[in-house]
Nanobody
Framework: QVQLVESGGGLVQPGGSLRLSCAAS????????MGWYRQVPGKQRDMVAI???????NYTDSVKGRFAISRDNTKNTVSLQMDSLKPEDTAVYYC??????????WGQGTQVTVAS
């Protein structure tokens, strides 16, 4: 199968920046789209940003212009640069890999807290 290991996250003040990274290993050749989702307690997990194999991206409206997703297909990594962070960005962020079989794989999650 595919394993996803996230790094980054932590506590940052409003207006600050963080970078999340995710490394995929195993049967990485079955991965099509990669992305980042986030979840706050009591709510569903929502898409933040996704990127296809050829680099096409999509962002949720609330992060457009502030977050940037990138992908390195040779290293099987996906990153999320988060700038101008707001308290409402506080959540657990999950790396996602969608396979060519249309199944979703998830990382363990990393906490991002934006507070002064």
């Amino acid at each position: 199968q595919v394993q996803l290991v996230e790094s980054g996250g932590g506590l940052v003040q409003p207006g600050g920046s963080l970078r999340l990274s995710c490394a995929a290993s195993g049967r990485t050749y079955i991965i099509s789209v990669m992305g980042w989702y986030r979840q706050v307690p009591g709510k569903q997990r929502d898409m933040v940003a996704i990127i296809t194999t050829n680099g096409r991206t999509n962002y949720t409206d609330s992060v457009k212009g502030r977050f940037a997703i990138s992908r390195d297909n040779t290293k099987n990594t996906v990153s999320l640069q988060m700038d101008s962070l707001k308290p409402e960005d506080t959540a657990v962020y999950y790396c996602n890999a969608r396979t060519i079989f249309h199944t979703d794989l998830w990382g363990q999650g990393t906490q991002v807290t934006v507070a002064s």
